[in-house]
T-cell receptor, first 110, second 118 residues
Framework: SQQGEEDPQALSIQEGENATMNCSYKTSINNLQWYRQNSGRGLVHLILIRSNEREKHSGRLRVTLDTSKKSSSLLITASRAADTASYFC??????????FGPGTRLSVLP | KAGVTQTPRYLIKTRGQQVTLSCSPISGHRSVSWYQQTPGQGLQFLFE???????NKGNFPGRFSGRQFSNSRSEMNVSTLELGDSALYLCASSSVPAGGRRGTDTQYFGPGTRLTVL
């Protein structure tokens, strides 16, 4: 079964607004990572947060991790049309391979 | 460093045929994992190779197989193709295998091979 579950499945916002996506998982993790995928192409690694970290920033990205709730969120601030893509969370589960959620489709309208 | 490369980028096959996909990892990376992505099932893990040995295998039938060469390049093969095998096949490389990853290790993905089975 899928480990990560993203929420919402689809999100549509205006340029300049913030976009928040959530991810829930079920078992203990080594780390959690977020990836972006444009139009059925390869996945681009965005950010990694370790299990002992609570928040991490990278440019316009902010990721939080709550291991007690087994959830993570990805915030994209001041979104741009180029941010239109699908976003996936992936959990690294100590010796197992990455398990991906179904993804959130983000549309940023100009 | 050059990224992960996959060939071919697009393939069209008919049912019953077989297909071989190729992946070249980032230089120095010895772990290669394969994933299948479909609209219905999402991203699903196929298998992982490290130092020419299969380390992990996902829940796929035996028609799906792979191998890794001494230069870390990997191939996956699908025999007796079915319509449901139509998918984007993604390869990812890492410097360490799944069991050896530290908290900061990640996988880097190639652009994928789009397989269409008619």
């Amino acid at each position: 079964s899928q480990q990560g579950e993203e929420d919402p499945q689809a999100l549509s916002i205006q340029e300049g607004e913030n976009a928040t996506m959530n991810c829930s998982y079920k078992t203990s993790i080594n780390n959690l990572q977020w990836y972006r995928q444009n139009s059925g192409r390869g996945l681009v690694h965005l950010i990694l947060i370790r299990s002992n970290e609570r928040e991490k920033h990278s440019g316009r990205l902010r990721v939080t991790l709550d291991t007690s709730k087994k959830s993570s969120s990805l915030l994209i601030t001041a979104s741009r049309a180029a941010d239109t893509a699908s976003y996936f969370c992936a959990t690294d589960n100590y010796g197992q391979n990455f398990v991906f959620g179904p993804g959130t489709r983000l549309s940023v309208l100009p | 460093k050059a990224g992960v490369t996959q060939t071919p980028r697009y393939l069209i096959k008919t049912r019953g045929q077989q297909v071989t996909l190729s992946c070249s990892p980032i230089s120095g990376h010895r772990s290669v994992s394969w994933y299948q992505q479909t609209p219905g099932q999402g991203l699903q893990f196929l298998f992982e190779y490290f130092s020419e040995t299969q380390r992990n295998k996902g829940n796929f039938p035996g028609r799906f197989s792979g191998r890794q060469f001494s230069n870390s390049r990997s191939e996956m093969n699908v025999s007796t193709l079915e319509l449901g095998d139509s998918a984007l096949y993604l390869c990812a490389s890492s410097s360490v295998p799944a069991g050896g990853r530290r908290g900061t290790d990640t996988q880097y993905f190639g652009p994928g091979t789009r397989l269409t089975v008619l």
